[in-house]
């Protein structure tokens, strides 16, 4: 022990730039497509700060953290992983480019382009709750567990897709469609906890949100009926509600949309995003 010391009193020099190689970079893994619409989940040390864009970005006692990307996101984006010795790990990541399925109709009736100023009005209180939900920031991280289809169905919709009515866009769709019976049962796709389970929305009808941690939520859309309330934890499988028609719905079927905080997400790359 001795020897060791003095040995390094002699070449202190060397000795420096040995210690250099103790402080090493930031670890940094992630899984999820790096695309519009994607979900991203990381790990790095628990100890480390990480950032998007200069906003932090929370990060689990595991080391686990969330971030996706919008429908429309092009820029490039820039992470990084910082360390208690100012160390850091820099990553550029510029979301993948997709085309989306456009529906031009024309000759829709003016009613139908105009609603009732009081339907309006519901739809803006619903928005607001549904917003207010997506914006939880739990420390739960399920989200790193990976997903599950919610619905054994046929999809006969897909995230992006656009209808533009006589020449004017409408909102883009942001979930999945699954096709669907009345009453079949919907599976939670990750574990959570249920943070919103209005039965009766006027556009999205019976609604409800789980919430998987760090921003990251399901959202299932006209639901006929659910045997879960507000507060309550479920389990990746666990049946929590049925396929419905409810609110503006043509027909029984089931919209599964996943979000982080107010960013939508695809479901079907949330699907490919790998368990940690």
């Known amino acids: 022990m001795f020897k060791k010391l003095s040995f390094s009193v002699l070449v202190s020099g060397l000795l420096c730039v ?54 429309d996101e092009t820029q490039p984006q820039k992470l990084i992983v910082t360390n ?18 456009i529906q031009r109709i024309e000759g829709i009736k003016k009613s139908i382009m105009n609603p009732n100023p009081k339907a309006v009005a519901r739809a803006k209180k619903d928005s607001a709750q549904v917003r207010a939900a997506r914006g939880t920031d739990s420390d739960l991280t399920y989200f790193t567990t990976g997903f599950i289809a919610p619905i ?16 004017v866009p409408k909102t883009p769709h942001f979930g999945i469609d699954y096709a669907g019976k009345k009453g079949d049962p919907v599976k939670a796709p990750a ?23 760090h921003g990251v939520t399901s959202t299932f859309l006209h639901l006929s009926d659910s045997y879960v309330k507000v507060g309550d934890i479920v389990k990746q ?22 979000n982080w905080f107010q960013t939508r997400l695809d479901p079907a790359l949330a699907l490919k995003v790998k368990p940690q």
Do not use: C
């Open 18 to 71: 040995n210690s250099s190689f103790a402080y090493v970079q930031p670890s940094l893994e992630f899984s999820g497509e790096v695309s519009q619409g994607g979900l991203i989940v990381g790990k790095t040390e628990p100890e480390n700060t990480v950032t998007l864009n200069g906003n932090t970005i929370k990060v689990a006692e595991s080391g686990h953290f969330a971030f996706g990307y919008g429908r």
């Open 84 to 101: 208690n010795k100012g160390l850091e790990t820099v990553k550029w990541l510029t979301p993948k480019a997709r085309e989306y399925k």
């Open 152 to 167: 054994d169905g046929v999809v006969t919709g897909v995230y992006g897709s656009q209808r533009v009515y006589n020449g």
């Open 191 to 213: 574990s959570g906890t249920i943070i919103l389970n209005v039965p009766d929305m006027f556009y999205s009808g019976g609604t409800m949100i789980i919430d998987h941690g």
């Open 237 to 258: 499988g666990d049946v929590v509600a049925a396929v419905g028609s409810t609110g503006r719905s043509t027909g029984p079927h089931l919209d599964w949309r996943v």
